[in-house]
């Protein structure tokens, strides 16, 4: 538990999506580029599931095309590596009061 959030690593997109874990409520800190999937993939393919959750993601290359993905996507936040701490929690405070106003709990 970090920050009062509980923390789960996946090794890949495949991984994630034979976890039960998507149908709970959480918040996804996706890499745009992950092996496999890629985060914006995986992203389509749990949206088109029927999954919302709000999702944060992070890249080290910051270019328009990822950018612009993202925001039709839906993303929380577009995190550019590397960054700082203050700007992931940020982040995670949009992601999850987001994910409340989407399953209807406050």
Known sequence: ???????LTFESAEELLLSSLVWYRVCL?????LPGLSGLDL????????VKCPV????AHDES?????????GAVA???????????LSALALACSRGEE???SA
């Open 78 to 88: 577009f995190l550019r590596k590397p960054f700082g701490e203050q700007s992931l």
């Open 102 to 104: 989407t399953d209807g």
């Open 56 to 59: 944060i993601f992070m890249t």
């Open 43 to 50: 992203c389509a393919r749990l949206a088109s599931s029927g």
């Open 1 to 7: 538990m970090s920050h009062g959030y509980r923390v």
């Open 65 to 73: 095309q990822w950018r612009k993905r993202a925001e039709e996507a």
């Open 29 to 33: 800190l996706l890499d745009i580029r």
